[in-house]
């Protein structure tokens, strides 16, 4: 059932119900438009509107948006309830996003309970608002708020919409407050239609143009969402729902569009798999290892109303460990985001000690200290005498083999890898990774505990980096050879920002520090290809002590601790090792930059699907997005190579081939599904 309808005396009770959050698809308009004609028949003075559940409606179902747009649209609706000789009053009592916000605001008056939200988020799956959001909204808030709405896809809480204007009341009972007002004054509400539009204001315009420019570089939908407001300033009300309505169809078919679909619903798809058993209840969890970390790793788990035992190898890393905690903890206050209440809370649900003991009853515990095996190894066996044995040993490791982790306890079968990504607890992504032994009630454990915290859990295999940095250092690898061969640090972050990457891998390292990378070089000096290029040009910069922007100098110069600057000293590097290797440096375009290290990740990202470390190209988009800033709006690394076609990808890579058959080897998987003619999303092994 889409909608009930139930009417006192003369007053109609519309309420949207299509859960979880009342989508509104094609049957959920039907019912609206047959409600409108029933309100009239019925010769009610009110129809009050409310969802079903906690949302209001949490916008149009994105399932039809791949397909022809099917009567009757949702303008069309919105224009029957604003011009019916019956008010429509939209109680509302949660979420309201789109085309939820859109009904709401072709209604007559809008009342609200105090935990609602009000937005307009379209552009976050790379359209515009289609059913008058653009038009209704700045003629209700003015210029400036409706355009941070659409053009950013920020919500209003509640109080905030009652500021701007957008709604009439706040009340705890926004349905019963609603079958409350005055009839009279409810018939001199002027329709939202009828409100003069705001003036023209170049300096608005010209401040949210900059803001995106920032904010959204390379996205469609927030200028033309922007565009749409500023022209209908001009506009009769009519003709401007028509050029938004135009607008909106244009751009749902358009490549962005269909990226952050995809991304959409591969996000609601990462969850548990159906085969699990049920997940225990998690109250409270032990991490071990109080740095950076451990300390995000905990403070996450804190903000999610758990319990944390937080251990420490002595009483001085005991005290790092609560002033790494206490740092994050202030800083959610200075930000407004805890109460002095909410803040002393979290602290009274840390303990932080040696004593592992003190975290016997603790059913998982997540290792979260330093990149060394033996290290691992010895808080393994810490945590398998100390804990009871049900409880879900974790490791936090970048890279490290899970098995041999798991092999040095008792029960192999209740370790797994929680791979956190920094800082812990603001970024999404939760890599799950299954051991050879790792058994379903640990991946149960491991994905409620992705649950309780808000993050996108991504299955993964055992092998050095995972799916994530098994990709990325391959990516690293790319970059170091155009470095090497042509190009410098800084023409390669601005070729992969102009991509859509907030930073180029050049400004990421120095910011996670290269002696991170470092090691992980020296770790696999003794098991890598003899036959396959090596790039020393990063290992020179730590023997010059350039470690990024903790000590002022990497990649880039970092004078006072501000802002970077670029280094001659760097660009110099490359000249001399290509000189020293007898190469011949060439200059790449940034088209060519960015080709290389898209194409290495995707074959790398192919041959992390065909060895079964990921477990469809869906995850490994996820992980790329999440995890290592992949522009959403290409849809993740694999749905971007589905866009530039799978034979295309063969092609290019085939021909890079020449210049480094070991580097360039195509991946099994791309040549199965050039030879099959399916994309990366569609193959499954054979």
């Known amino acids: 059932m889409s909608i009930t309808k139930t009417v006192d005396g003369r007053t109609g009770f519309v309420t949207l119900d299509n859960p979880p959050v009342n989508a509104i698809g094609q049957p959920m308009r039907q019912a609206l438009l047959d409600a409108v004609t029933w309100a009239e028949q019925q010769d009610l003075d009110r129809v009050i509107v409310t969802g079903a559940g906690r949302a209001f409606a949490a916008g149009a179902d994105a399932r039809e948006f791949d397909g022809d747009p099917l009567e009757p649209h949702l303008p069309d609706v919105l224009d029957r309830i604003e011009k019916s000789f019956v008010p429509w009053i939209a109680a509302i009592n949660g979420v309201a996003l789109g085309g939820g916000a859109e009904i709401a605001l072709a209604c007559r008056m809008r009342i609200a309970s105090p935990k609602a939200q009000i937005g307009l988020p379209e552009v976050t799956l790379g359209v515009v608002p289609g059913a008058g959001g653009t038009q209704r909204a700045m003629r209700l808030t003015g210029l400036e708020t409706a355009l941070e709405m659409v053009a950013l896809g920020k919500p ?37 239609w009828e409100l003069p ?40 009300f009519d003709e401007a729902m028509r050029l938004e309505r135009a607008t909106f169809l244009e751009l749902k078919q358009g490549d962005q569009a269909r990226a952050l679909r995809h991304m959409f619903f591969a996000e609601r798809a990462a969850k548990a798999p159906d085969d699990l058993p049920p997940a225990p209840t ?134 797994l890898g929680l791979h956190f990504f920094a800082p812990a607890h603001i970024m999404r992504l939760l890599e799950i990774v299954k051991g050879a032994k790792t058994s379903p009630e640990a991946l149960a454990t491991g994905y409620a505990l992705g649950k309780l915290l808000r993050k996108v859990p991504v299955l993964a295999g055992v092998c050095d980096g995972f799916i994530g940095n098994r990709i990325y250092s391959r990516y690293r690898e790319a970059a170091d050879t155009v470095f090497m061969d042509g190009s410098t640090p800084w023409e390669i972050d601005e070729a992969m920002e102009a991509f859509g990457y907030a930073m180029g891998p050049y400004e990421v390292a120095d910011l996670s520090g290269l002696d991170i990378g470092y090691a992980a070089r020296r770790r696999q000096d003794a098991t890598r290809d003899p036959n396959r290029r090596y790039i020393p040009i990063a290992d020179r910069m730590v023997e010059l002590g350039k470690l990024g922007k903790k000590v002022g100098a990497g990649w880039y110069r970092y004078p006072g601790g501000g ?34 290290l898209v194409l290495a990740m995707i074959n790398e990202a192919a041959d992390v699907l065909a060895e079964g470390i990921a477990q469809s190209a869906a995850d490994i988009d996820l992980v790329t997005v999440f995890g290592y800033g992949f522009p959403r709006w290409r849809g993740g690394l694999m749905h971007y190579a589905d866009t530039l076609g799978v034979a295309h990808v063969v092609e290019r890579i085939t021909a890079l ?15 199965n599904c050039a030879e099959r003619n399916v994309t990366l999303a569609d193959w499954t092994p054979a």
Not at 303 to 328: C, F, I, M, P
Not at 657 to 671: F, I, N
């Open 657 to 671: 081939q020449s210049e480094d058959p070991v580097a360039w080897k195509l991946s099994p998987v791309l040549a």
């Open 197 to 236: 539009a705001p003036e023209h204001d170049e300096g608005a315009f010209a401040a949210i143009r900059e803001t995106l420019a920032k904010r959204s570089p390379g996205q469609v939908a927030p200028l033309r969402a922007v565009d749409a407001v500023e022209k209908g300033l001009s506009l009769p």
């Open 563 to 596: 802002g970077k600057v670029e280094d001659p000293i760097v660009a110099d590097l490359a000249l001399e090792e290509a000189h020293f290797a007898g190469i011949e440096r060439t200059e790449y375009s940034e088209d060519e930059i960015v080709e290389r």
């Open 282 to 415: 998690l109250t409270e969890v032990a991490v071990v290892g109080g740095g950076t970390m451990g300390a995000g790793i905990a403070y996450a788990c804190l903000s999610a109303r758990l319990a944390v035992t937080l251990l420490e190898t002595d009483e001085d890393g005991v005290a790092r460990a609560q002033a790494n905690v206490g740092k994050l903890i202030d800083a959610g206050v200075s930000r407004g985001r805890l109460t002095e209440e909410a803040a002393q809370a979290l602290r009274d649900r840390l303990t932080c000690t040696t004593d592992y003991s003190s975290a016997a009853n603790a059913p998982l515990a997540i290792e979260a200290a330093f990149e060394d095996m033996a290290v691992k190894k010895e808080i393994f066996a810490k945590l398998d005498a100390a804990l009871s044995p049900g409880a879900i040993l974790a490791t936090n490791t970048s890279y490290l083999d899970v098995d041999e982790i798991a092999a040095s306890t008792k029960d192999p079968s209740r370790v």
């Open 156 to 192: 209003l809480r509640a109080d905030e919409a009652l500021k701007a204007g957008l709604i009439h009341a706040i009340e705890d009972d926004p349905v019963g407050a609603a079958d409350m007002v005055n009839t009279e004054e409810l018939s001199c509400v002027v329709p939202t």
